[in-house]
């Protein structure tokens, strides 16, 4: 009975670190509507940069260090958007095209972290207390934080679309672009916006993985793979969907472990995958509007 | 000169593949990226049976057709029901889910340990030991892909997939059912594609299920991306940069490790730089 | 008259797109040897109409009787094979092709084993030659598709349905934009497929060259018969003049 809510908890941990992300991927994909492969590598950076200033500077706050990372994170994107993406969307290039510019990015930027830091598993230490129990569970601090972080982020990106300007200009621009430029809707900063605050989301989901189990540079595309599931199972464009993806993927991760070998991780997240699309194309709720 | 024929064999080798995935992504448009797949199931095909069964490479070669044959049919028979992104992310799926099967099937493929003593090709008591001699054999396969290629990509059967790949509604009016058409080039494309697979095996000798990733299958796309879409010998050309550019940085001394990571910065740069400049690859026919 | 027969019609079809029905509850009848025009003011279905007929939309309810045969449900992949074919009003070609393989593909074999066998070069091409011959397009029969004037590439759609020889032939606007010496030829194709005992229906915007070429007109309004009958009864009928200014 134990290890069933062990693996109910570690589900749902994982599904916190799924979520995020793949909030963070729903917003880019409403705004420029293509898939990201480099999305992944974007909480690498913000993981490596926890990791190189914690380890050059260890009697500096983590908090601190961690608003750091967070923040070079969503700039670090916001410059790729700037200097790569935004070109091709001028050039009206085609999705596959643009899926392609960023496997180009991925791959390049995946190599130069590997080249700054070695391909090596980093892990942090962090002294807290012990660790909390509950109902015969064991859940570290750093996961407690991570869940909390998860529901916190998702909460100010509701906020941020219900009642911001710029948040309710983005979801526009996500539901009808052509009516967006039309009506004098700044599209170019808009989407510059929504590519900051996305990086810097995951960013920050890459950091509390790292300091929850560590990081190394290709982990970027397990995050990316994860939660691209949770945002095709909920439905593209769906941000609730992502969060209820986030959660099967999240079980079906780790209950699906426990019964085969640990190996078929990815594997099993991309037949869980392929069946949804198979059987429910659309996501799990119906989505209202179909995008490309 | 041995150096020489080593690379225009792994040229030979990526050759095949590039051709091979081209069949798919240059006629009908799709994002495949799981060439990495059928590239696997050849070898490990080869593998298995020359070692633990002694089978003549060459009919090992036809097993794997044979086997690529059949898992293609199930595979392409799920992907024709999408297009675009999702196309290229469930084919990416597939080659996630293979390379899983290779690492833990064990009692299969030996998992992480690989296999190794895979012996050179033999025919009528000559075995291909020289690697010069096994150079031959692999152009000999390729001129064996590339001719097949040419009379498909030339016969009406090329010709009807350009039609789908364009309009399938128009297609389906004249009368072409476009589902056949996208299924059967795709298991073409990945019959022939274990025979790179074959021959890398014999090859090396050792494979394990490390050479059968997803970014072997993105390797393989860019090649014909910046060979050449939709353009036979693009591919050709495609593999012919791609393995010689990175072979130009063995003349800076790097240590082990950053010389691979660099390898992947250029083939990033090479996409972006080709997506940017020209879309279509060098000889390319087909704007992506 | 020649005997003339019913080679198509359909039954009390509708189509509703987000709960408007676009095609309300429809019976039309198409004959052989005869050219009927299909007008009506923008958005009353007529381009719903074909492709409903054509297979490109399913219908929602009701029956399409081709021959003797009825059917609830068309695929766009058979209507060839039961002898139906149609031009559209956007142009729809394979830009990426020649003008000559435009005609090839039709008239080449499909089924996939022979289509290998058959040389995109040698075979077929007799054939085809002789469609865009009566077109006017053998010159530029290796051009690419994309490369064609608006008139050219209105008349390789044109051969490109000759080239089917089916019985029932569907022309969604073919006259538009096209100078009067195109509009010579393609009235000439038409009335030589009518000579034949070929099934025509001409949709079209300029009321002269429906009333010039057709036999019966069937106007549409909000998916429904508005009128029925002879050119000159139908396009001097009031309720018909209120539709299309009303």
Redesign the interface.
């Known amino acids: 009975m134990d290890i069933f809510i062990q693996l109910i908890v570690n589900s749902l941990i994982a599904a916190a670190l799924y979520a995020m992300i793949a909030v963070g991927f729903n917003m880019v994909y409403s705004v420029s509507k ?2 990201d492969l480099a999305y992944g590598t974007i909480a690498v950076l913000g993981a490596y940069f926890v990791f190189y200033f914690y380890n050059l500077f260890p009697d500096f706050s983590l908090v601190v260090i961690t608003a750091g990372g967070i923040f070079f994170g969503g700039f670090f994107y916001f410059l790729i958007q700037k200097i ?1 993406y935004q ?2 969307e001028e050039r009206k ?5 643009m ?3 960023s ?6 930027t ?3 972290v ?2 700054f830091f ?2 090596q598993f980093q892990t942090i230490y962090l002294n807290f207390e012990s660790n909390f129990k509950i109902l015969g569970a064991v859940i570290t601090p750093i996961q407690v934080i991570l869940i909390f972080s998860s529901i916190f982020v998702f909460f100010l990106i509701f906020l941020f679309y219900k009642f911001t300007s710029i948040g309710k200009k983005a979801k526009a621009l996500a539901d009808d672009p052509f009516m967006s430029e039309i009506v004098g809707i700044n599209t170019k900063r808009i989407r510059a916006i929504i590519f900051f605050i996305a990086g810097a989301v995951v960013a920050f989901a890459g950091i509390l993985s790292f300091m929850d189990v560590g990081i190394e540079p290709t982990s970027g595309f397990t995050f990316l ?1 994860n939660s ?1 599931a949770a945002f ?1 199972i909920g439905g593209p464009g769906n941000f609730l969907g992502s969060l209820v993806g986030a959660v099967i993927i999240g079980f079906v991760e780790n209950f699906g472990v426990f019964f085969i ?1 640990g ?2 991780k ?2 099993l997240t ?2 869980v ?2 069946l949804f ?2 059987f429910r ?1 659309d996501g799990i709720f119906k989505s209202k509007k179909q995008n ?1 | 000169m041995e150096y020489l024929i080593h690379i225009l064999i792994l040229i030979s080798i990526f050759s095949i593949l590039g051709i091979t995935l081209d069949l798919v992504v240059g006629y009908t448009g799709q ?1 495949a990226i799981n060439q990495s797949v059928f590239y696997g199931i050849g070898a490990y095909s080869t593998a298995i049976l020359a070692t633990t069964f002694e089978i003549n490479f060459f009919w090992t070669i036809i097993f794997g057709i044979l086997l690529s044959a059949t898992v293609s049919f199930l595979v392409g028979i ?1 992907l024709n ?2 297009s ?3 196309y ?3 084919s ?3 080659a ?2 293979m ?3 290779f ?2 099937w064990q009692t299969l493929t030996n998992g992480p340990l690989g296999i190794s003593g895979i012996g050179r090709p033999e025919i009528f008591g000559f075995v291909f030991s020289e690697n010069l001699f096994f150079l031959f054999l692999s152009i000999f396969f390729l001129f064996v892909v590339y001719f097949l290629c040419k ?2 990509v ?7 997939l ?2 789908v790949r ?2 399938e ?9 476009p589902v ?2 996208k299924l ?1 080039i795709f298991i073409i494309s990945s019959s022939l594609a274990s025979i790179s697979g074959a021959l890398f095996a014999s090859y090396v000798s050792f494979i394990d299920p490390s050479s059968f990733i997803l970014l072997e299958s ?1 390797f393989i ?1 860019t090649i014909i ?1 910046v060979g050449g879409i939709s353009n036979i010998r693009g591919a050709i050309l495609g593999a012919i940069i791609l393995i010689f550019l990175p072979e130009a940085i063995r003349f800076i001394d790097l240590p082990a ?2 010389a691979a ?2 390898r ?2 250029i ?6 730089v080709m ?2 400049f020209r ?1 279509k690859g060098f000889l390319g ?2 704007r ?1 | 008259m020649e005997n003339s027969n019913i080679t198509m019609q359909s039954e009390k079809i509708s189509k509703s797109f987000g709960g408007i029905k676009a095609v309300n509850n429809l019976d039309i009848k198409f004959y052989s040897g005869k050219i009927l025009g299909l007008v009506g003011p923008n958005g009353s279905g007529k381009t719903t109409l074909v492709n409903l007929l ?3 939309y399913t219908i929602d309810s009701g029956k399409i009787k081709i021959g003797d045969s009825f059917f609830s449900k068309i ?3 058979k ?3 039961y002898g139906i ?2 031009t559209f009003q956007k142009i ?1 070609l ?4 020649s003008v000559l ?1 435009n005609i ?3 008239v ?3 089924d ?1 084993i ?8 040698k ?2 091409l007799n054939k085809s030659k002789e469609i865009l011959k009566k077109v006017g397009l053998l010159e530029k029969q290796n051009e690419a598709a994309e490369n064609l004037s608006y008139g050219q590439r209105k008349l390789l759609e044109i051969g ?1 349905v000759l080239a ?1 020889n089916s019985e029932i032939y569907f022309f969604d606007e073919p006259f538009a934009g096209l100078s009067p010496k195109m509009r010579e030829i393609i009235s000439e194709i038409i009335l030589e497929l009518k000579d034949q005992g070929k099934t025509i229906i001409l949709i079209e915007h300029d009321m002269e060259i429906i009333k010039n070429l057709s036999d019966k007109i069937f106007v549409l309004a909000e998916g429904k018969k508005l009128k029925y009958g002879k050119p000159e009864e139908v396009l001097s009928d009031m309720e018909v003049k209120k539709a299309y200014l009303g």
């Open positions: 293509f898939f790569f070109k091709f290039s085609s999705n596959v095209v899926l392609v510019v496997l180009g990015i991925m791959t390049i995946q190599a130069l590997a080249i070695t391909s793979l691209v095709i070998s190996q078929w990815e594997a991309f037949i995958l392929i699309l198979i194309p490309k | 994002l799920i029901r999408f675009g992104d999702i290229a992310l469930v990416f799926g597939f996630i889910i390379h899983a099967v690492l833990n009379i498909l030339n016969s009406s059967f090329g010709r009807a350009k039609v364009e309009d509604l128009v297609s389906q009016i004249f009368g072409y059912k056949n058409y059967v993105i796309l991306i490790d950053i990571q660099s992947q910065i083939y990033g740069i090479l996409l972006l997506m940017y879309p026919k087909f992506i | 054509t297979g490109v695929l766009p992949n209507i060839l094979f074919t149609r729809r394979i830009e990426q092709i393989e090839a593909m039709v080449a074999k499909k996939i022979s289509a290998i066998f058959e040389n995109n070069k075979f077929n490109r089917t």
